[in-house]
């Protein structure tokens, strides 16, 4: 079992940044891909980011490029979703989750369903 704690949410305004972690225990943190979703009230889960076991490959919503950056600490068994230029719809509970990497692969996913552990949650919230 892998255990996965978020943190870093908050209250920000339109325009601020906030970056959040999450650290995982209990497997080798590194035979894992990682991904970011997030959801919101009345919507269903989506797809925000997501990174590689080794952090060759990473992917974006489309609705975050550009602004928001994902990045990995193999040594720390951390993953970092760094937001900046946030805006009102960027509203969400945040989760992280890890997909076992498969004979080592470099591959990620971009649907929930394909990953193993999920994090709690951490609350976003970004004020107009």
């Known amino acids: 079992q892998m255990q996965l704690v978020e943190s870093g949410g908050g209250l920000v305004q339109t325009g601020g940044s906030l970056r959040l972690s999450c650290t995982a225990s209990g497997r080798t943190f590194g035979d894992f891909a990682m991904g970011w979703f997030r959801q919101a009230p009345g919507k269903e889960r989506e797809f925000v980011a997501a990174?590689?076991?080794?952090?060759?490959?990473?992917h974006y919503a489309d609705s975050v490029r550009g602004r928001f950056t994902i990045s990995r600490d193999n040594a720390k068994n951390t993953v970092y979703l760094q937001m900046n230029s946030l805006r009102p719809e960027d509203s969400a509970v945040y989760s992280c989750?890890?997909?076992?990497?498969?004979?080592?692969?470099?591959?990620?996913?971009?649907?929930?369903?394909?990953?193993?552990?999920w994090g709690q949650g951490t609350q976003v919230t970004v004020s107009s």
């Open positions: 990174i590689s076991r080794s952090a060759t490959v990473m």
């Open positions: 989750a890890a997909e076992e990497a498969i004979y080592g692969s470099e591959a990620i996913s971009l649907t929930s369903y394909e990953y193993d552990y």
